[in-house]
């Protein structure tokens, strides 16, 4: 195969400064289009996009909640309420059980849950994204030991490593994203390492090794935004994971004690008693909220690997 | 489910596998002669060799991982032991001493693997029952639970999956993946509130919690039976629930890789009833990937059976690790762990070897 | 005597999410017991959809018009637990892709057992060993019954294919691109094989296939598909000798005649691509690509003419042509 010499074109771009510009443009011209194709396919992707309604509408209620409820209601000394009282137009979800507001509670968790969430997962699935490019790249014994590595943290059960993680570590905000982060990498990792040993096969990075390109060269250039669509597509399902285990962390009493977060409620809910009380209105709220998110990610993440994969679309 | 890295319900069935590592043999046409024969036989020791080697190193890698998260970092042991109460200095050391605390570290790391090989996992810092003991109690009945749960979500998982991936685009798809989807976004906690609050409080069809009545332990084995069986419902179809989610996604995802396949449509030139093709041909081969998926999956049981069993006080392995969670006791701890962890990578060696075993493109000619 | 086969005016239409796609568009045959066709076309123009709805096994919700009738009964109309019975027993097919096309957790001898359980109700046991005295006439080891289809090769598993399509003793045999995926040497004896069981069991063979020259050497008759229509039908070495239709012609002219310096030097081979079966010419869907295309090609609709008594063309210039 014969490749025409380009000005600026990579191994050549140290003398020509001027045309740099060009190519450059080029590609990125090229990345905003595939963008816009990616939009076009993802909307029609029904589920998807209802996925994302709901993530439009949360993120503003949460953004915009300061202007709406009142977070002083929320210190025990200036709870409004009375004990556990049943939904009423004025607490549209009762109060808990020293007469805060269980909505108001709720607006405010999403922060924690959202912010745990999204960090817990960016950083896993760049963890499994650095891993699993190293897998593949590499080869010989450091493949492997990583690959045994991503396997040991595949199998083994995720949530009881991360708690003992936090129980180790002590239980904070930043504790609870480490150990998710730490306990759901892996997933992500060998999805990258099978996606980038398909696209180190492909011919313009045998061209580029037989140009001298060095393996960041290769790795940043080539393979990362190659993989980029995959590796969001995986983020964004880990969202969900991440959104689930901080809630059972916080449930099982690891959470940050300072923090409301939907899984702090519902510990509260529980610890209270909420459920032989009766007092649905406890526990339906926050739930919900939590399963609203998951639900809505995992919608988003589904909708992007129907897209990114033709094969998944059916009745081709 | 407090599924931490569960395999998100992605739609590609491809995320897993890992038994398809060896899968690339074709057997030669000539007969299977004594050469071939014996070949295929160290094949299959170097297989199982290598699996076990494999299960081994992850559980040495477990038996390192609990002693640094629990003796290193772990926090200060004594003032577990002691609460959070003032203590003498006089105090402090007694109990150091009793935790052989006071040893250099390269001394408590020998002891640790002499204990672990030794089985004498040490007492609780509440109890001092040995945690050993604690751990065989509570067994059983964790078994009684995740394995009700599991046969529940198994059979019917697999069962709804292969017809919802065999009717692709029908509202039965749609709606069955739109349950499942919703199942797995739950968290396995709150379902079992909501569940208790339903059932047990306003309609009060079945026991709160517990694995017996009060009076429980004086009945004769009929009753008995029977009142274990009245509490065991609600934890098991909650338990069940998200698993059972999560292997209708995976056995459609299966079915939905074997449909295109041209041996479906022969099947369906030879005359065969549609559920027939989709039984006998399209379930076997789809059953395959999904024995493997499930398999890394094991861990996520044991992260439902903590959650489930907390829930419904149900006095299992689970209940116990929450509430050593609490105090936080950790010997009890550590020896869970090890326990949750060994088991699920003895599970998976045993997956992978089965499947072996199961798929004849992996296995030798006979 | 009476058909085996009777195809008339048989017009499919598929519905995907791009609307509906006319795949085949008004065809016609019949074959009687012995008859051999061979039918012929590139790939997309609607030979192999012909295969599928002759057992209707296309999707639910493609739409077939037209009468398909085997053995007297006409297969569109008939009830499901018939058409079950007619499958296999009547009809079957040997598919393309081997590889694809057996079960790999299966037996081979299960697989080709099945339909002889399902259709003449013998045991299992029964059936396999019937299975194994038909691997024998197909060249198979009776110790192969007990292999999975990976173990095979590719021409073995091909061969079991046929021996599965025998199996019920059917009268019509379809074998879709049977040999395309084997190597040449494999595929010479495969054909040999097929051609000599379907001649001592007299049984009718529609074999279809994009290469011409497979065809003409096992099949008396041929046929030849353009977007969804039959342009020409003819005895095999003649027409593939001479064919009447343009691009029949284009099609056999694209095997060179080995050793002839002329046409190394000027390869015959058609130019453009082949019409997009949503939006076919109008007149006679060939006339774009057409070499001796005439100015009422495209107005004119062109259906098959006599060109001889056992001959048809659809060409306007079916007399001058050849």
């Known amino acids: ?316 | ?366 | 005597m009476t058909p085996v086969l009777e195809i008339d005016d048989l017009r499919i239409t598929y519905r995907g999410s791009r609307g509906e796609v006319p795949a085949v568009r008004g065809i016609s045959m019949s074959l009687e017991p012995g008859d051999t066709l061979g039918l012929a076309g590139e790939s997309g123009c609607g030979k192999s959809t012909v295969a599928g709805a002759i057992l209707r096994l296309l999707p639910r919700e493609t739409q077939v018009t037209g009468r398909i009738v085997l053995d007297g009964d006409d297969v569109l109309t008939m009830s499901f637990g018939k058409l079950r019975a007619v499958r296999w027993a009547g009809a079957s097919i040997v598919f393309q892709g081997a590889m694809h096309s057996l079960n790999p957790v299966h037996r081979i001898a299960r697989q080709i057992a099945e339909p002889i359980v399902l259709h003449e109700g013998l045991s299992s046991d029964a059936a396999e060993k019937r299975a194994v005295e038909l691997m024998a006439q197909v060249g198979l080891p009776a110790w192969r019954a007990s292999s999975y289809p990976h173990q095979l090769s590719g021409g073995q598993r091909q061969r079991v294919m046929i021996a599965m399509a025998l199996a019920c003793s059917p009268q019509l045999i379809i074998a879709d691109e049977a040999t395309t995926a084997l190597d040449v040497m494999i595929q010479a004896q495969v054909l040999a094989l097929i051609k000599r069981l379907v001649a001592e069991r007299n049984i009718a063979l529609v074999m279809i296939s994009h290469d011409l020259s497979v065809l003409a050497d096992t099949c008396d008759r041929l046929a030849v598909m353009y977007a969804g229509k039959l342009v020409e039908d003819g005895p095999s070495h003649e027409v593939f000798a001479a064919a009447r239709h343009p691009y029949a012609q284009a099609l056999s002219a694209a095997f060179p005649t080995v050793g002839d310096p002329a046409e190394r030097r000027n390869p015959h081979g058609l130019a453009g691509d082949p019409p997009d079966p949503s939006n076919l010419p109008t007149g006679c869907s060939f006339h774009p690509r057409c070499p001796v295309v005439r100015d009422d090609c495209a107005s004119t609709s062109v259906e098959l003419r006599r060109a001889r008594d056992d001959w048809r063309a659809a060409c306007l210039r079916v007399e001058e042509v050849a």
């Open chain 2, 1 to 366: 489910m407090g599924n931490l890295s569960t395999t998100p319900p992605s739609v590609s069935p491809s995320g897993g596998a890992g038994g398809g590592d060896d899968a690339g043999y074709s057997a030669g046409t000539t007969p299977p002669g004594g050469v071939h024969r014996s070949a295929a036989r160290r094949e299959l020791w170097r297989f199982l060799a290598g699996r076990v080697s494999g299960a081994v190193v992850s559980m040495l890698l477990v038996l390192l991982s609990a002693f640094f998260i629990f003796r290193v970092i772990g926090g200060d042991p004594v003032r577990a032991v002691g609460g959070d109460s003032p203590m003498t200095p006089e105090q402090r050391a007694e109990i150091e001493e009793r935790l052989g605390l006071n040893e250099p570290l390269r001394v408590q790391f020998w002891e640790y693997v002499k204990d672990v090989f030794t089985l004498d996992w040490g007492q609780s810092y509440v109890s001092s029952a040995q945690v050993t003991d604690l751990m065989w109690d509570r067994l059983p009945n964790t078994l009684l639970l995740t394995g009700t749960a599991l046969i529940l979500a198994a059979g019917l998982g697999v069962w709804i999956g292969a017809r919802a991936g065999w009717r692709q685009g029908s509202t039965f798809e749609k709606t069955q993946v739109g349950i499942s989807l919703t199942l797995w976004s739950a968290p396995t906690f709150w379902l079992g509130m909501i569940v208790i609050i339903v059932f047990s409080v306003r309609l009060d069809l079945f026991p709160v919690n517990g694995m017996r009545s009060a009076r429980g332990g004086d009945q004769d084995f009929l009753p008995d039976l029977l009142d274990v069986a009245h509490h065991l419902v609600l934890p098991a179809c909650t338990m069940a629930a998200v698993i059972y989610a999560q292997y209708v996604l995976i056995m459609r995802s299966s079915i939905l890789e074997e449909r295109g396949n041209d041996y479906l449509t022969v099947a369906k030139a030879k005359g065969l009833r549609d559920d027939v093709v989709r039984r006998r041909h399209a379930v076997p081969n789809a059953l395959l990937p999904t024995v493997t998926l499930i398999a890394l999956q094991f861990g996520a049981i044991f992260n439902g059976a903590l959650l489930t069993e907390t829930i419904f006080s149900w006095p299992g392995l689970g209940l116990l690790f929450y509430q050593a969670i609490k105090i936080p006791d950790i010997p009890l701890l550590q020896v869970l762990f090890i326990f949750f962890a060994g088991t699920t990578i003895l599970a998976n060696m045993l997956a992978d070897i089965i499947y072996r075993f199961l798929d004849p493109r992996v296995r030798r000619s006979a």
């Open chain 1, 1 to 316: 195969m014969r490749t025409e010499p380009q000005p600026g074109s990579m191994s050549g771009s140290t003398n020509v400064t001027t045309e740099l510009k060009s190519p450059r443009s080029i590609v990125w011209a090229r990345r905003r289009a595939s963008l816009a194709d990616f939009w076009r396919l993802y909307r029609r992707q029904r589920a998807g996009m209802v996925g994302l309604a709901i993530l439009v509408v949360i993120t503003l209620l949460t953004v915009l909640a300061p202007w709406y409820t009142d977070e002083s209601e929320l210190n025990a000394a200036n709870a409004p309420g009375g004990r556990m009282e049943s939904p009423s137009t004025e607490f549209w979800f009762g109060t808990d059980q020293i007469g805060r507001p269980i909505l108001t509670m709720v607006i405010w968790g999403a922060r924690v849950s959202l912010q745990v969430g999204l960090v817990a997962a960016v950083l896993a699935v760049t963890l499994g994204t650095v891993i699993g490019m190293a897998a593949a790249h590499f080869g010989g014994w450091i493949s492997w030991a990583l690959m045994r590595l991503t396997d040991w943290f595949i199998v083994l059960p995720s949530l009881v490593l991360a708690i003992a993680l936090v129980i180790a570590l002590g239980p904070s905000k930043l504790t609870i994203i480490i150990a998710i982060a730490l306990t759901s990498w892996a997933g992500t990792a060998r999805l990258v390492r099978a996606q980038t040993m398909a696209i180190e096969g492909r011919p313009y990075l045998e061209r580029a090794r037989a140009l001298g390109a060095g393996n960041w060269h290769q790795m940043t250039r080539h393979v990362l935004p190659n993989l980029m669509p995959l590796v969001l597509a995986s983020a964004t399902l880990q969202v969900s994971s991440a959104i689930l285990a901080e809630a059972s962390l916080s449930f099982l009493g690891l959470g940050d004690p300072s923090a409301f977060s939907w899984g702090g409620i519902l510990e509260r809910a529980f610890d209270a008693g909420a459920i032989s009380a009766g007092a649905w209105w406890y526990m339906l709220p926050p739930g919900l909220a939590i399963l609203l998110v998951v639900l809505a990610f995992t919608l988003c993440g589904r909708a992007m690997e129907v897209v990114l994969n033709p094969r998944l679309r059916g009745n081709q």
